[in-house]
């Protein structure tokens, strides 16, 4: 790991579970407020119960727990993201993924605000930035370039598209892999 990466790595502040707070949540206390929602923001959607579960706890105690990884992201980016797939064409087929439950599946980026110090040193690595002088302004410029970057890290929305239909499973994370996602998904349907 060069220098700089190390630098802006130890900058990441880890996301402090509330086992308690985890273990208190029921998803009945949360259906009405889960149902009322994505079908204002979704309308003509369907979700799994395993994506309405995660809104669920993110409701309940801010982060969601994916693969034992937690992952904290404010509901309203999550109901942003789902609005806007359901209202286009965005997101990107999910290959081995699709393969592996034998339908398509796919994805989109969102969120990546709780991932800025992985971004920022992704870009760091890509681009060699560990060679030159490390000081405030390289250091404050490439955190600037590296959020400005259209492709970054981050969760993801996982959902599926049959006719006009967009069909949500869960929300992911590439570091929990593809094996889960496939279980998840073959359990899901």
């Not at 034998?102 to 920022?120: D, K, T």
């Not at 410029?141 to 993801?156: D, Q």
Request: with cysteine.
């Amino acid at each position: 790991m060069s220098s700089i990466e190390g630098i802006i790595k130890s900058l990441n502040i880890p996301i402090r579970r509330d086992y308690d707070l985890e273990n208190s949540w029921l998803y009945e206390n949360y259906v009405a407020r889960i149902d009322e929602a994505l079908e204002y923001h979704c309308p003509n959607s369907t979700f799994s119960l395993s994506m309405k579960q995660q809104i669920s706890k993110l409701y309940h105690q801010g982060y969601v727990v994916i693969e034992n990884l937690p992952v904290a992201v404010p509901v309203h980016a999550v109901l942003r993201e789902l609005e806007i797939i359901a209202s286009s064409n965005k997101g990107r087929k999910l290959k081995k993924i699709t393969n592996g439950v034998g339908f398509e599946v796919l994805h989109s980026h969102f969120g990546q605000s709780s991932f800025i110090v992985e971004n920022w040193a992704n870009y760091v690595k890509n681009l060699k930035l560990d060679e030159q002088e490390i000081n405030v302004e390289t250091m404050y410029s490439s955190l600037l370039e590296s959020v400005s970057k259209p492709k970054k890290t981050g969760e993801w929305v996982v959902y599926s598209r049959l006719n006009q239909t967009v069909h949500f499973w869960c929300l992911w994370l590439h570091e929990a892999g593809n094996e889960a996602l496939i279980k998840l998904l073959k359990n899901s349907t």
